[in-house]
């Protein structure tokens, strides 16, 4: 059966430091591969996507960025992370291009 | 621009109370219509996949029906259990994107 994982599962972090979140799925090959954040009480804003290793979509041009260095890993990253980054992180992976997402546990970020 | 509306933003139901959530979209060639069960502080469940109008899906105290312009989650006789924040989400046709509602928040007192 498939599993996503994701870490950490909480993580607090000054103004200004950097950030790193990974994301990895087991039991499926050449899943699409997609980033969310939900802020409180809000739906999911799709961040990033990608369809293979080394290709990645971005939805929203923030100081966010994502890589895809293996087939099953995602991994979200900032140089210098902001308030607003706060919130709840999400990675969701399909198999093929169409059908039900299957979501990770999440990141709570909490910047200071 | 695609979009997707869901209402109520909150649903307050006493135990046994049935009731709906509704999903509208406007989607540019609808390819899948989404619905997920997401518990505070965790991931989104996925709970059922629409297609097409006429469509309807049933899983326990839950059916989700689809129209041409959107969707219904019916719960029936719900318990303090349901109680969860419902999503609900389309994918276009020529896309790999997703794109949600903001949710219902349901709370089924007993």
């Known amino acids: 059966s498939q599993t996503i994982h994701q870490w950490p599962a909480t993580l607090v972090q000054p103004v200004g430091s950097p950030l790193s979140l990974e994301c990895t799925v087991e039991?499926?090959?050449?899943?699409?591969l997609y980033w969310y954040r939900q802020a409180a009480g809000r739906g999911l804003q799709l961040l990033f996507y990608?369809?293979?290793?080394?290709?990645i979509s971005s939805e929203v041009p923030q100081n966010l960025s994502a890589s895809r260095p293996q087939d099953r890993q995602f991994i979200l990253s900032s140089k210098k992370l902001l308030l607003s980054d706060s919130g709840f992180y999400l990675c969701?992976?399909?198999?093929?291009?169409?059908?039900?997402?299957?979501f990770g546990p999440g990141t709570r970020l909490t910047v200071t | 621009e695609d979009q997707v509306t869901q209402s109520p933003e909150a649903l307050r139901l006493q135990e046994g109370e049935s009731s709906s959530l509704n999903c509208s979209y406007t989607?540019?060639?609808?390819?899948?219509l989404f619905w997920y069960r997401q518990d505070p502080g965790k991931g989104p469940e996925f709970l059922f996949t629409?297609?097409?109008a006429g469509e309807e899906k049933e899983k326990e105290r839950l059916k989700a029906t689809l129209t041409k312009k959107e969707s219904f989650l019916h719960i029936t006789a719900p318990k303090p259990e349901d109680s969860a924040t419902y999503l609900c989400?389309?994918?276009?046709?020529?896309?790999?994107?997703?794109?949600f509602g903001s949710g219902t928040k349901l709370n089924v007192k007993p």
């Open positions: 969701a992976w399909i198999s093929g291009s169409w059908g039900e997402q299957y």
């Open positions: 039991g499926t090959s050449n899943p699409n």
């Open positions: 990608s369809v293979g290793i080394g290709q």
């Open positions: 989607v540019s060639g609808l390819r899948g």
């Open positions: 629409l297609y097409s």
């Open positions: 989400a389309v994918q276009a046709t020529y896309f790999n994107k997703f794109y």
